[in-house]
């Protein structure tokens, strides 16, 4: 296979940047807590102590930082860290596991790490953090390591003929159109409902200041009249978006009629059947460049049918039929 080389480390330059500026803050802190500069006088001369401590923790960083990657070869895996290299056959890999991070309900971002049996034990495993990756770069790590996996398969010749037989995925997309809409419609509801008990507090907190009561009542009205068309038009979208059916066979994927030769499609991208923070979709990029995007909604374990049930079959499916012909396919992980 074609050498690749994920730096899954940072930059040294960067973790020098963030160690002096973090060091300067926490030093500023500290100094003006325990010395109390100013009403000493002593001002000028903490601030270059501090100075010269954060650059020497910057130095320190400098020196401590050691670069991570991971490099796939035609021998499997390699796991370096500084001058230590740490080897891994394809087999070795197991998954991945990827974290939603949140504050408040607010996502502040995404950790991600791939899952590694430890060589010469039974059930140990290893995690190595990939989260200084970009999105793209991790689905192209996981992309080339399922792709290898997929290779050295024994049960890839027993599968060669399997598209021999038009395999056909029926979308219940009105279903699944219906089910989502009553979830929209009560979510809008909600949000009209608040702000109306919104405005009505603030006319009777504001009964007295006219002005003031009609601007704040209308911004109201207008943040919540904005959140409904967002939704609205997030739903319209999601609602075309939507397949009734799709067909594979050796040569075709076809959606809907509009069909995929295999050897015009350059890429395929879908979602993991076990993810719910986000729409299951499926995105295929011509080699012309254009990209067709379908949705088959969000998977939610309490209510199976607001999503395609069969999702993890066709997931499956198309995954084979890209990888049997050379087609980049990627799980959309991140």
Known sequence: MEEKIFNISGSRIKSVIV????????????????????????????????????????????????????????????????????????KDFLGTKVIKNSYNGITTGYTRHINLHVPGSDNKTTYIDCSHLKAEQFDELIASLSKNDFEQSENKSASEDYFNVEQLFEIPKQ??????????????????????????????AFQDQLTTMILISLLFALTAGVIVAIRVWQFKKFRNMVPEKITIDNYTLAVDGRTFPAEHTFKIVMTPPSYNTKDRLLIITSDDKTVAK?????????????????????????????????????????
């Open 19 to 90: 160690c002096f500026i973090s060091s300067l803050f926490l030093l500023f802190i500290f100094d003006m807590i325990i010395f109390k500069p100013i009403p000493n006088d002593t001002v000028a001369v903490n601030m270059i102590l501090v100075a010269v401590l954060s650059v020497a923790f910057a130095v320190l960083a400098f020196f401590l930082h050691k670069d991570e990657a991971i490099k796939l070869c035609d021998t499997g895996i390699d796991y370096i860290v500084g001058n230590k290299t740490t080897h891994y056959d394809f």
């Open 175 to 204: 279903t699944i159109v219906n089910k989502n809409k009553g979830r929209s419609l009560a979510v809008n509801a909600v949000v009209i409902v608040a702000a109306i008990i919104f405005i009505a507090f603030i006319i009777i």
């Open 294 to 334: 379908y949705s088959f909604a969000r998977l939610n374990h309490n209510n199976p049918s607001l999503s395609y049930p069969d999702y993890p079959t066709l997931y499956n499916n198309i995954k084979l039929w890209s990888l049997q012909r050379n087609i980049n396919f990627m799980a959309s992980l991140s």
